[in-house]
């Protein structure tokens, strides 16, 4: 009898309560980049019934309407009257500047803060991503797209998926165990259609796209039999609460430090973007099929106080090889990174990887998912 072990990842909408928060914060940010894009920024927004609360600190030399941010993004995400939350919300904003403390380790070039960021890539899909992630998202993606487009007429924006995926003893993906969805619905739908229509209209495509084996797949629709009441009416939301659906759903580890809300000096954000380049990069130079970065950061200081290499086994080329190859090829400096990452030239929106992830990204051009160092690491270890 065949032994297998269990991975899960989940994913949330744009609707959930916490994605609300995550975007309102980053369509700040955007909106102070947009026209000083030198502005810091660590923003954090929280989010309940009919309320919005928008706080920390900013420094930037352009005028941001709060409140216009707000109510354009809630209105974008799919809130209506009647929901229990919607874009004629109060909002209520406690924004100052930036401790000069911060600032003047900032200002030399250093890093915006002490810290541990992880990145990973690993050869389970094209975009070298975990594949429980990758379809746990495109789940959402599907059935948001759907329900913006009327497709879906009964589905409200706070929605949950999770995907189990059951790996044999050398540790290759067998088949699809089991998927849970969550959607929010109005009070006229019965279970039965939702049940329907999220596995034949939304699921089923997704894992034809993989060829996967789902024979014996657990399906877990709605378990509670009812999701009316959502959103931030139904539960609160707040900035950073969702960082391990940002990036990799649990497959590689996570520093703690959440992105959204904050300006390309915060290392949480722009080093945890770094690493996922250089990760990416690392396993495309066929030097491992799996590989984390690990990085960390004194505030203040402008180099990186350690990199750490880890390959789970699947090295290919020594890691203390890998690990120099990395120090000659990446600048990984704070000022190097947002450089060579565009990280303040506006070429996407930071409120749009808010929802939907900030790793592994194939609709939006974001400069760390580039395999544009496999030479220079390559020749780096004279191969």
């Known amino acids: 009898m065949k032994k297998f072990t269990y991975f899960t990842s989940e994913f949330v909408s744009p609707g959930h309560p916490d994605k609300v928060s995550d975007q309102i914060s980053d369509a700040i940010l955007d909106a102070c980049l947009a026209d000083d894009p030198n502005s810091r920024v660590a923003c954090e927004v929280f989010c309940t019934t009919g309320l919005v609360v928008v706080g920390g600190e900013i420094t930037t030399t352009t005028y941001i309407d709060v409140q216009e941010i707000v109510r354009k993004k809630i209105n974008e995400i799919g809130y209506r009257p009647g929901m229990g939350f919607d874009s004629d919300c109060g909002t209520l904003s406690c924004i100052h500047s930036q401790s000069p403390d911060i600032a003047m380790g900032v200002d030399v070039g250093g890093a915006g803060d002490q810290g541990i960021m992880f990145g990973g890539a690993v050869k389970e ?65 019965s279970h039965a259609e939702i049940e329907k229509t999220v596995i034949e209209k939304v699921v089923n495509p997704v894992l034809e796209k993989y060829k996967l084996n ?17 959103g931030p009416h139904g539960d609160t939301g707040l900035t950073g609460r969702k960082i391990i659906v940002d990036t990799y759903g649990g497959y ?68 203390d090889k890998i690990s120099e190859a990395i120090s000659k090829v990446f600048d990984l400096s704070p000022r190097g990174i947002e450089k060579a990452l565009e990280l303040r030239e506006g070429k996407f929106k930071y ?9 592994g990204r194939t609709d939006i051009d974001t400069p760390w998912e580039r395999l544009n160092k496999i030479e220079e690491l390559k020749k780096a270890i004279n191969l």
């Open 125 to 189: 899909t094209e975009e070298l991503m975990p594949l429980a992630l990758v379809l746990s998202r495109e789940i959402l993606v599907r059935l948001t797209k759907m329900m913006k487009a009327g497709e879906i007429a009964w589905a409200r924006p706070d929605q949950k998926s999770q995907v189990t995926l059951a790996y044999d003893e050398n540790g290759n993906i067998d088949h699809v165990d089991s998927i849970v969805v969550s959607v929010q619905h109005n009070e006229e739908v």
């Open 351 to 359: 409120q749009d990887l808010a929802a939907f992830g900030h790793i």
């Open 252 to 319: 590689f580890r996570h520093g703690g430090g959440a992105f959204s809300g904050k300006d390309p000096s915060k290392v949480d954000r722009s080093a945890a973007y770094a690493a996922r380049w250089v990760a990416k990069n690392v396993v495309a130079a066929d030097f491992a099929d799996k590989c984390e970065i690990q990085l960390s950061y004194a505030i203040g200081v402008d180099k990186p106080v350690s990199i750490k290499v880890d390959t789970f086994g699947t090295a290919k080329v020594d890691e």
């Open 214 to 230: 789902t024979e014996n797949i657990k399906y877990y629709i709605n378990p509670t039999g009812r999701f009316v009441i959502g």
